[in-house]
């Protein structure tokens, strides 16, 4: 079982920055892909990015490429999103989701990951 805890979330305006932490229990951290997904109300839950194993490799939605990186330290089972040139439309509650198969890092399929976060909020103003 893990344990996935996000902070970091906030109101913005246009054009700011935000980090956003997902801090994972266990020992095992090191052997999950993990995403980021976001919701916004009245829309389904839609992939951000996620991050293999090992940081070697990222994946993003084409909305963010460019403006959000995704980063993790497996030393302190902590995954961020780190997000720049925020817009109004990058309003959500962002969730951080772990794959315990660890295998393929750019799934998009929130029914890949095992396990979530209870989210973040993340409001931009125009």
Same mark, same amino acid.
């Given at each position: 079982?893990?344990?996935?805890?996000?902070? !970091? *979330? /906030?109101?913005?305006?246009? *054009? !700011? +920055?935000?980090?956003?932490?997902?801090?994972?229990? !266990?020992?095992?951290? !090191?052997?999950?892909?993990? /995403?980021?997904?976001?919701?916004?109300?009245?829309?389904?839950?839609?992939?951000?990015? +996620?991050?293999?194993?090992?940081?070697?490799?990222?994946?993003?939605? #084409?909305?963010?490429? /460019?403006?959000?990186?995704?980063?993790? #330290?497996?030393?302190?089972?902590?995954?961020?999103?780190?997000?720049?040139?925020?817009?109004?439309?990058?309003?959500?509650?962002?969730?951080?989701?772990?794959?315990?198969?660890?295998?393929?890092?750019?799934?998009?399929?929130? +029914?890949?990951?095992?396990?979530?976060?209870? *989210?973040?909020?993340?409001?931009?103003?125009?």
């Amino acid at each position: 079982q893990v344990q996935l805890v996000e902070s !970091g *979330g /906030g109101l913005v305006q246009a *054009g !700011g +920055s935000l980090r956003l932490s997902c801090a994972a229990s !266990g020992r095992t951290f !090191g052997s999950y892909v993990m /995403g980021w997904f976001r919701q916004a109300p009245g829309k389904e839950r839609e992939f951000v990015a +996620s991050i293999s194993r090992s940081a070697g490799n990222t994946a993003y939605t #084409d909305s963010v490429k /460019g403006r959000f990186t995704i980063s993790r #330290d497996n030393a302190k089972n902590t995954v961020y999103l780190q997000m720049n040139t925020l817009k109004p439309e990058d309003t959500a509650v962002y969730y951080c989701a772990a794959d315990p198969d660890g295998v393929y890092y750019g799934s998009r399929s929130p +029914s890949r990951y095992d396990y979530w976060g209870q *989210g973040t909020q993340v409001t931009v103003s125009s």
